[in-house]
């Protein structure tokens, strides 16, 4: 028997689950405490209170399949929908966050595609991912052919589709989104036991000086951009130009003299 973990919301409560929602939650509260409109969302991953910093008056926590443990009291107003199909007006979002959501999603084109229509102009998409290129997507991808020969367990949750962080780069630019922020972290290996992660501590940063690109998690921060839209200042209306040839100041002063005299 298989001593997999399954489920992601289990998984974060093991100590490597809890490391990097220790790093997240870093990095997103830094993001989005900056971040300013009216209206916030985040979905899924309850346990990561990620809209805590931010200061706008209206948020709300999407989730497909909050689990029963889940204690959302004092968090966001919840709320239960498809992801692929989000119940706002187009254009009507301030701020989007997306703490492993693609990746846990059946169709994370389409989660991608529906925050950008419910995104206003410039508004933000904050993005957390796991990074397959990385030691911990190693031995995820060894433990998967391990478990095709019969034997061993995997890493992390074996539902995920761990989307590459250039990879999303590139799906974010096809949407019209500029990127502001990428970063790499969580560089210690990947181990299961809370004793070894502070033992491998020192990894963290040997990892952002010397290997940046395979840290286990990414996070980015990027703008929907409109092309064609520009902000309009008054339409002034200029003096219509005299006909004729222009007269100097001179010859009225001259003119007014010589009247007086």
């Known amino acids: 028997m298989s001593d997999q973990i399954i489920d992601l919301h289990q998984w974060f409560q093991t ?25 916030a969302l985040q979905l899924g991953v309850p346990e990561l209170d990620g809209l805590q ?13 909050t689990p029963p443990s889940t204690d959302l009291a004092g968090r966001p107003q919840a709320l239960h929908t498809d992801f692929a199909a989000l119940p706002f007006p187009a254009s009507s979002l301030d701020l ?14 389409a989660t991608l595609r529906e925050v950008e229509r419910v ?27 391990c ?34 922020v990428g970063q790499l972290g969580c ?14 501590e020192w990894m963290d940063g040997a990892g952002a000086r010397w290997w940046p690109i395979f840290g286990a998690a990414y996070f980015l921060v990027a703008v929907k951009r409109v092309r064609g839209m520009r902000l309009l200042g008054p339409a002034w209306k200029t003096a219509p130009a005299r006909a004729g040839k222009p007269v100097s100041i001179a010859n ?7 009247g007086e005299k």
Request: glycine fraction near 8%.
């Open 15 to 39: 100590p490597a689950g809890q490391y990097l929602l220790d790093w997240e939650r870093a990095h997103v509260d830094a993001a989005v405490a900056d971040i300013f409109g009216y209206h």
């Open 53 to 65: 910093a931010n200061r706008m008056p209206h948020q709300w926590l999407a989730t497909e399949h």
């Open 96 to 109: 989007v966050l997306l703490p492993h959501t693609l990746e846990f999603s059946s169709d994370p084109h």
């Open 119 to 145: 995104l206003v102009p410039d508004g933000r998409v904050v993005i957390c991912g796991l990074n397959p290129t990385s030691l911990w997507g190693l031995r995820q991808s060894r433990g998967r052919l």
């Open 147 to 180: 478990q095709r020969l019969g034997f061993g367990s995997l890493f992390l949750p074996d539902s995920g589709d761990f989307i590459g962080y250039w990879r999303l780069r590139d799906w974010l630019r096809l949407l019209g989104f500029e990127v502001e």
């Open 187 to 200: 560089y210690r290996p990947a181990v299961r036991s809370d004793k070894w992660l502070q033992r491998m």
């Open 252 to 258: 009225h002063v001259s003119d007014f003299e010589n």
